[in-house]
């Protein structure tokens, strides 16, 4: 089974930075698209970046240059560089997968902010 373990969240104030990292494991993780998702409280899972397995990556339209993802097959991890965080960044980040005949990015235990995730807090 794929397994996705997010970890980096914490409680920062606003400008500040953080990294959160998700490892993988139990899936080929080299042909895997993987993305960031997030959900605040109160509000509908929603995008924040993805990475294919050639390393082009698309980002919301809310990011506007601060957030990064990347990936490093060899450690089977992606991660995702949060600079000038702001309180409306306040969420729980999820981690996602999508093989290369999966129509959609999904946990590994359904849609994509279904899983473990790690809670990013943002004070003003």
């Known amino acids: 089974d794929v397994q996705l373990r997010e970890s980096g969240g914490g409680s920062v104030q606003s400008g500040g930075s953080l990294r959160l990292t998700c490892t993988a494991s139990?899936?080929?993780?080299?042909?895997?698209?993987m993305g960031w998702y997030r959900q605040g409280p109160g509000n509908q899972c929603e995008m924040v970046a993805t990475i294919n397995t050639v390393g082009a990556t698309n980002y919301a339209d809310f990011v506007e240059g601060r957030f990064t993802i990347s990936r490093d097959n060899a450690r089977h991890t992606t991660y995702l560089q949060l600079n000038n965080l702001r309180p409306s960044d306040a969420a729980k980040y999820y981690c996602?997968?999508?093989?290369?005949?999966?129509?959609?990015?999904?946990?590994?235990?359904?849609?994509?902010?279904w899983g473990q995730g790690t809670q990013v807090s943002v004070s003003s």
């Open positions: 139990r899936f080929p993780f080299d042909d895997h698209d």
């Open positions: 996602a997968a999508r093989g290369p005949r999966e129509p959609a990015f999904t946990s590994d235990v359904g849609p994509p902010c």
